[in-house]
């Protein structure tokens, strides 16, 4: 057996943010660390993002992860060189049961987690059109999505004692060894950290977690004139999504009317909210659908997809048009839980997030998995 250098401390197998928040706990462990990637840069669900560290709104471990997690990603962006800001998140209730739910998540939390504003301090933070009032939750935190993992990459590789393999497809993974098509490498850990493809390269893992793909409609729109948004923004459909709210009875006095008078917002699983990227723009989102291995074209109804969420976008902020300047599809890992930690082998670990919160929790996730070593 040929090996590609000496043995390290950890191997981690993928370079989007799980994997590289694992190599960044391993060094602060003053472990050495071999990061190698398939592809030549971060291409995945770390890049497609909306750059949202959406802590206040998770509850149980994910809450906890969280609120680990944005600590990290401050210090993270000032050794790094990437933005991420403490801009906070406000949720927009524009009737009587969205502000039920706020006002209960306010009840559970406390004034520190959540402040309650009424329609005229909602409109300081975001111009929105006849807002009924919202909240904001001042501990969650905005990154530069795309800026962020190409940077913590480049940052990872100038530690000492620490590589990061790009274009290095893994082909397996065993006690001590990641079998790579450059060669092998000698690891006394092994974290696997490859998000919706664990299924390619660990199908029984997969398949025992009931791992699919989720696929997201998601859209760059200029507004015209311009606005400026400091925090992320969520709507009455995220309300329905995110677990701290959507467990409350106002979420479920919500979730009954839009059946009644949105069902298309509910068939599309929409979860409208947006982010402004640095250059002024807005990432506009999304819509989810679940497969194992997901079409190569856009569905059918991909267009009145993209258009349900201009029309929520162009509702929500009162102006008549947008110019759509990018759109892709986002896609993560999705199973039972929000967690796939699985033993693998001695020494060897599967990692995946599958619930879509990477951003708001791989920092604070990594350190439990090297813990459980």
């Given amino acids: 057996m040929t090996f590609l250098g000496p043995p390290r401390d950890l191997v981690v197998v993928g370079a989007g943010i799980v994997g590289l928040a694992h190599a960044v706990e391993a060094v602060a462990r003053g472990l050495t660390v071999t990061v190698v990637d398939r592809d030549d840069r971060p291409v995945g669900a770390s890049v497609r993002n909306f750059g949202h560290g959406c802590v206040t709104a998770q509850t149980g471990e994910a809450l906890a992860f969280g609120a680990a997690a944005r600590e990290t990603w401050l210090k993270l962006a000032r050794a790094a060189g990437f933005w991420a800001e403490e801009t906070g998140t406000v949720v927009v209730a524009r009737g009587a049961e969205e502000r039920a739910a706020i006002e209960e998540l306010a009840d559970t939390r406390g004034p520190d987690d959540v402040v309650l504003l009424d329609a005229a301090r909602l409109a300081a933070h975001v111009p929105v059109a006849s807002p009924f009032g919202g909240a904001l939750l001042p501990r969650d935190i905005r990154v530069d999505q795309r800026a962020a993992a190409p940077a913590i990459a480049a940052w990872l590789a ?7 393999r790009w274009a290095t497809p893994v082909l397996g993974v065993d006690e001590g060894v990641v079998r790579t098509a450059a ?9 696997v950290c490859v998000g919706h493809d664990l299924d390619r390269l660990l199908p029984t893992v997969a398949a025992d977690a009931g791992l699919r793909r989720c696929a997201l409609r998601m859209l760059q729109v200029r507004v015209p004139g311009g606005i400026a948004v400091r925090p992320a923004v969520l709507t009455g459909t995220s309300i329905l999504r995110y677990p701290a709210i959507a467990a409350t009875d106002g979420a479920a006095a919500l979730r009954t009317r839009m ?8 068939a599309a699983d929409v979860n409208h909210m947006f982010t402004q990227r640095p250059g002024g723009d807005l990432v506009v989102g999304d819509t989810h659908h679940y497969a194992r291995t997901l079409d190569p074209f856009d569905p059918p109804n991909s267009e009145e997809l993209d258009d349900l969420l201009l029309a929520e976008t162009r509702a929500l902020l009162g102006v008549p048009a947008l110019r759509v300047v990018h759109r892709w599809q986002g896609v993560y890992a999705s199973a039972a839980g929000e967690f796939l930690r699985a033993r693998v082998a001695p020494g060897v670990t599967a990692v995946t997030v599958t619930s879509g919160i990477g951003m708001t929790t791989a920092f604070g996730l990594a350190p439990a998995v090297l813990d459980s070593f």
């Fill in 259 to 266: 059946a009644a008078q949105h069902p298309n917002l509910l």
């Fill in 158 to 164: 100038g530690q000492p004692g620490v590589e990061v």
């Fill in 183 to 191: 060669g092998d490498l000698h690891a006394r850990r092994v974290v």
